[in-house]
């Protein structure tokens, strides 16, 4: 059952699944018929994106304009709109393989475009991706999870907590400059993004029960039972997730052995 209203300027969205009541950022529940017209016009969510993004052309025009990294800088900011303005915003409400696109799209798109527009190195690779691999798997933990779909801060907390570290990784893992030594330790670093990853697409795939009931009423509305959504988020992340992260680790791998045989 889905129920909205407003409040003055506050929308308020009550989710009742399975008994107990929940305010999803992204909510209210959209049938597979509307999805594709739903669209997050939150204004402080506009606000913010364009406060943030504009604070980075600012940056970028101090620094130089280059074809490369400017474009880096647009591929991060789609990646954004995507991920929290486009309809995939309200997949997250009914599908939880919706949540793993999601989680993709900011690790994998917009998290490596920002570190190519504007390296971040405060950390080093190895604590970055324990930061990314932990936010990731807390994302999965059910009770946290919870939490998140049950308040705006914590929502957005995680959403901060995933992609800031991940970010650092990247800048770590992309630097232009390395040396073969350097891209066999980042492959270990790429290797293990992709381990997690892995790990947290065989636990979705192989638990007995579904384990987010959140998403009841929204998978049997797009035509899957709760635990065949939840699989199919576990196979999004083994093959968009896993596959092209191990292939990359592979291939940094091979360009660190070259290097270091040619030195």
């Known amino acids: 059952m889905v129920v909205s209203g407003r409040k003055g300027k506050k929308r308020q969205v009550w989710t009742v699944t399975n008994g107990f009541e929940s305010t999803p950022y992204c909510g209210p529940f959209t049938t597979a018929e509307a999805l594709l017209s739903t669209w ?6 506009i606000a913010m994106i ?20 400017d474009s880096a800088l647009a591929i991060a900011f789609v990646g954004v709109i995507v991920a929290f303005v486009s ?18 799209v900011l690790v994998s798109v917009v998290a490596p475009a920002l570190a190519v527009a504007l390296p971040w190195r405060a950390l080093s690779a190895p604590l970055a991706l324990a930061a ?36 650092l990784f990247w800048s770590s893992i992309l630097h232009p400059r390395q ?24 636990v979705l795939t192989f638990a007995p029960t ?6 009841l009423i929204g ?24 596959l092209p992260l191990a292939g990359l680790a592979l291939w940094m791998v091979r360009r660190g052995w070259k290097q270091g045989f040619a030195a």
């Open 40 to 45: 997050n016009l939150d204004p402080w969510l």
């Open 87 to 104: 309809p995939l915003c309200a997949a997250t409400v009914a599908l939880f393989s919706a949540r793993a696109v999601h989680h993709l």
């Open 219 to 242: 998978s049997e509305a797009f035509g899957l039972t709760l635990l065949a959504d939840q699989q199919l988020a576990g196979l999004i992340m083994w093959v968009p997730g896993f």
């Open 210 to 215: 579904g384990l987010y009931p959140q998403h």
């Open 132 to 167: 990314t691999t932990a936010a990731l798997v807390l994302w999965h933990v059910p009770a946290v999870y919870d939490a998140a779909w049950s308040s705006v801060g914590i929502y957005w907390g995680m959403q901060v907590v995933t992609l800031l570290p991940a970010w």
């Open 50 to 69: 364009t406060l943030s993004f504009g604070a980075l052309l600012l940056h970028r025009s101090k620094v130089g304009f280059s074809s490369g990294k």
């Open 179 to 202: 040396s073969g030594e350097d891209l066999l330790a980042h492959a270990l670093g790429v290797g293990g993004l992709a381990a997690s990853m892995g790990f947290i697409g065989a």
